[in-house]
């Protein structure tokens, strides 16, 4: 069973400061940490609370979410097992925050869009930075791959939105894991999907303006309030 360690999590702004405002949980990529995506803190909304999470299982110098395998199609158990974890850590934090939306990189991303599946009505919004959605294992037993459809028709009738960015040139995520990933979006989210020509694995300024332009349209005005300007990848 795998867990978030709550002592772990770096977050945007001290305790007493928290509550009561939008909360967008951050998940990075693997072999890297929480220490990561918390630095994007100064460029994305000041009225929103960041919580940077650290995956469970050791990777390298960093962490990963669930073990590695076919680039791009990870076992859908252990990426549910990452997801799992995630919630209950939510869980945690009670009735604190007013939404809570997601935003992952990479191996962060696809657990995202796992995360979406299995609670499509519990996050305002996730935004997948040079990531992908997670197959359903072909070769699943009835029950399991019956579940899987479920999830899938439960957030196709939801469509939460989602922010979908990647580089034409990222050779990390293959292409039929970004060609399944754009078909799946399209059919279970509104999603925003834009391509940056010579970005590799990677985000860049314009693609953090647009994260930025994003969030202010699928959520209240108040929370883009201090929006700062995006730094170059």
């Known amino acids: 069973m795998v867990t978030i360690d709550p002592a772990l999590v770096r977050w945007s702004v001290e305790e007493p400061d928290r509550a009561g405002r939008p909360l967008v949980v951050l998940l990075h990529g693997v072999g890297s940490h929480e220490g990561d995506l918390i630095g994007l803190a100064p460029y994305l909304p000041q009225n929103v609370v960041l919580a940077s999470l650290r995956a469970p299982m050791p990777h390298g110098d960093g962490f990963s979410w669930y073990p590695l395998s076919t680039p791009g199609a990870p ?5 549910d097992d990452a997801a799992e974890a995630v919630l209950a850590w939510l869980d945690s934090l009670g009735d604190a ?5 997601l935003l992952g990189f990479s191996q962060g991303g696809s657990l995202s869009l796992q995360l979406l599946r299995h609670a499509p009505r519990r996050f305002e919004f996730a935004a997948v930075l040079a990531g992908f959605v997670v197959p359903t294992a072909s070769d699943a037993d009835p029950d399991t791959a019956a579940a899987s459809a479920a999830r ?3 957030l196709a009738e939801v ?3 989602v922010f979908y960015g990647r580089g034409d040139v990222d050779s990390i995520i293959p292409v039929a894991a970004v060609e399944r990933t754009s078909a799946w979006l399209e059919a279970h989210a509104d999603a925003e999907q834009t391509v940056y020509p010579g970005l590799a694995h990677g985000v860049s300024q314009e693609e953090l303006a647009d994260l ?4 202010s349209r699928v959520t209240a005005p108040a929370v883009l309030d201090g929006a700062g300007e995006a730094p170059v990848a």
Do not use: I, K, L
């Open 152 to 154: 899938d028709e439960a």
């Open 212 to 215: 930025v332009a994003f969030m």
């Open 159 to 161: 469509r939460p939105p």
């Open 97 to 101: 925050h007013p939404s809570v939306s």
């Open 75 to 79: 076992s859908a158990g252990a990426v």
